[in-house]
Nanobody
Framework: QVQLVEYGGGLVQAGGSLKLSCVVS????????MGWFRQFPGSSREFVSF????????YYADSVNGRFTVSRDNTKNTMYLQMNALKPEDTAVYYC????????????????????????WGQGTRVTVSS
């Protein structure tokens, strides 16, 4: 089965940095876009970052743009999220996701920032930023 596991969550002070990893097993990810989402307590999952299949295209939610950097290493079946200048409002459970189909199946129906454009999800890793 396709499994995604996030690593790197934890406690960090405001202004600090943290790097998350998402390792996918069960299928290669080299042909598929991936994304990071986060969820606050009592809230729905929200978009954080997108990266296309080869890493050539990325973009971010306005709330993290300029502070977070997404990357991937397809040889390791892994996506990363480098988080800098962390703020207390970044505290959330962070989820990685990968598409199960090529972009053709999503592009006319969903935006890249929509959770509906992704098929497989990790269990999440908690990031807590202290003030």
């Amino acid at each position: 089965q396709v499994q995604l596991v996030e690593y790197g969550g934890g406690l960090v002070q405001a202004g600090g940095s943290l790097k998350l990893s998402c390792v996918v097993s069960g299928r290669p990810v080299s042909n598929y876009a991936m994304g990071w989402f986060r969820q606050f307590p009592g809230s729905s999952r929200e978009f954080v970052s997108f990266i296309n299949y080869n890493g050539g295209s990325t973009y971010y939610a306005d709330s993290v743009n300029g502070r977070f950097t997404v990357s991937r290493d397809n040889t390791k079946n892994t996506m990363y999220l480098q988080m800098n200048a962390l703020k207390p409002e970044d505290t959330a459970v962070y989820y990685c996701a990968v598409r199960g189909k090529s972009d053709y199946y999503y592009s006319y129906t969903y935006t890249d920032s929509s959770a509906e454009a992704y098929d497989y999800w990790g269990q999440g890793t908690r990031v807590t930023v202290s003030s």
